[in-house]
């Protein structure tokens, strides 16, 4: 009798069942109909076989085009032999070939529990991705994933999760669907499906410790942050410090990489300083670089800096410096907003030429900036932070020191209230998150620098706590530290606060 759509399904899926378990010689007889949804039939298993044995591999494709395959095998338990094929289809695609079959034929059977057959692998065409397509964001820059396609353009499917994942580290884009593949014939596309994402923040930091008569004093910075506003993958920031009233500083810098179609991008950098009473200094800073990835710069600078002294109370030289830095870096951000950070490697080494009041003299710099966020388990986090810059020079002058002190080297201090010429901090924090919107921190800070005045080193310490709070506006961050020298006793009163607030638009 005539079977009906589901009857014949079910019967075709016990066949391949009993196949795969070995019984080759299997019968299923006609069915019989108990009514009118039950249908009864007899099966007989006969023998079952054990293994396979492949007599030839028929892979004269595979030969000519000198490709290999692992794990080659000749005798396959029955029960392994799907697995088998799948895994020796997976590596023929993973070598661009996504139409690859694996066929067995000519087989026999006989008296013992070995079936004995061919494996006949036929290649068809190797795939390459020729076109990439984006859907959704039409100006989208496609230089920023142009040289990573380049490198990763064989068609398989780990190949294609990999470039997935490559742009959705860019930062200013969101994969909105996985991507598709359009096989023709003599032709392979990626299409994209992607939307423009905002990445722009603006940064404030509100600070207040006691000045030395007793009064609390204010100070803080904005930090604004500009990305692929013109569809450029560039880069504009502004920063705007104010340290107690006393020292100002202007930061303005853009990047934009990926110039010509290629992976060289150039940057610039404006500093303008201002110690009230004492000095004031103007550096600027020019380079290019090379971008293998999205994540990866190396690069070349021309900076100048001049340094001029205000009648004051300390004594400084004018000074004029030029000279090239060599700098590397590698950047990887996190996708979350509460915990942005993830791994920042920067090193910059530096050579110079020195006119301090018309004698010149060589000057080198070393600056260093290591972050790292582990994520410990779904609650806890720890974020470590290292910094350090050195300053080789004869005669060192004091509009040429570094400063440093509080947020983003050792909190505890007044920002960039501490003048050397060499420091390495170690700031760290462990995060206990409470839910996905709100974490508590420790604070525990450590540096060691070199006292400007007794040329000797001397050792800082800051700890605290503080809360980090998602909100609709970006990410508040209240915290209290309290800092101090080795030498020095605990002083409540030189506790310091910090209130920042980022918002990303």
């Known amino acids: 009798m005539q079977l009906n759509g589901g009857l014949k399904k079910t019967k075709d899926s016990i066949t391949a069942s009993l196949f795969k378990k070995g019984y080759f010689n299997h019968i299923i007889y006609t069915s019989r109909k108990l009514n009118d949804s039950t249908f009864s039939c007899k099966i007989t298993l006969n023998k079952k076989y054990e293994e396979i044995h492949f007599e030839n591999f028929i892979e004269k494709e595979l030969s000519e085009r000198s490709i290999s395959l692992s794990r080659k095998r000749n005798n396959i338990p029955i029960e392994e032999l799907e697995s088998y094929l799948r895994a020796t ?22 008296t013992s529990k070995t079936v004995k057959a061919d494996l006949k692998i036929q290649l068809n065409s190797k795939r390459f991705i020729d076109n990439v397509i984006v859907k959704g964001y039409k100006n989208f820059p496609k230089k920023t994933i142009r040289e990573f396609i380049n490198s990763h353009n064989l068609y398989f499917t780990d190949n294609i999760l990999s470039i997935e994942n490559y742009i959705k580290d860019l930062g200013f884009v969101n994969v909105v669907k996985t991507p598709e593949v359009l096989f023709k014939k003599d032709s392979t596309s990626l299409y994209l499906f992607l939307e423009k994402k905002n990445n722009n923040y603006a940064e404030g930091l509100l600070g207040f410790n006691n000045s030395d008569n007793g009064k609390v004093e204010l100070n803080g910075y904005l930090n604004l942050n500009l990305e692929n506003n013109l569809n450029n993958a560039e880069s504009f920031k502004l920063e705007y410090r104010n340290d107690n009233e006393d020292q100002t500083q202007l930061t303005t810098s853009f990047n934009i990489p990926y110039l010509w179609k290629s992976s060289i991008g150039t940057k610039a950098e404006i500093q303008l300083l201002r110690r ?8 600027f800073t020019t380079g290019v670089y090379f971008k293998p990835s999205w994540h990866t710069s190396i690069g070349i600078n021309y900076k100048n800096t001049t340094s001029d002294g205000i009648n004051g109370e300390i004594e400084v030289g004018n000074l004029r410096t030029n000279g090239i830095e060599l700098d590397a870096l590698y950047q990887k951000r996190s996708k979350e907003d509460l915990n942005p950070e993830d791994i920042i490697l920067e090193f910059k080494i530096g050579a110079y030429n020195r006119n301090l009041e018309n004698k010149n003299e060589n000057q080198y710099t070393i600056d260093a900036t290591i972050v790292k966020l582990l994520h410990l388990n779904y609650r806890s986090k720890f974020l470590g932070l290292i910094r350090g810059r050195y300053l080789k020079s004869d005669n060192i002058q004091f509009n040429e020191l570094y400063q440093f002190g509080g947020l983003g080297s050792i909190r505890g201090f007044n920002q960039n209230s501490i003048d050397s010429s060499f420091y390495t901090t170690l700031a760290t924090e462990y995060r206990y998150c409470l839910n996905s919107q709100i974490y508590l921190h420790s604070i525990l800070d450590i540096g060691i ?57």
């Open 89 to 110: 289809n997976k590596q023929l695609n993973d070598k661009g070939f996504p139409f690859a079959t694996t066929k067995i034929i000519n087989i026999k059977l006989d």
């Open 449 to 505: 620098f070199e006292n400007f005045n007794s040329k000797k080193l001397d050792r800082i310490y800051g700890y605290g706590a503080g809360i980090a709070i998602l909100t609709n506006a970006g990410v508040l961050n209240l915290s209290i530290a309290n800092g101090r020298f080795n030498s020095a006793k605990v002083d409540l009163s030189s506790t310091v606060a910090h209130i920042n607030l980022r918002i990303n638009f």
């Open 276 to 283: 009230d009473s004492t000095y004031q200094r103007t550096s």
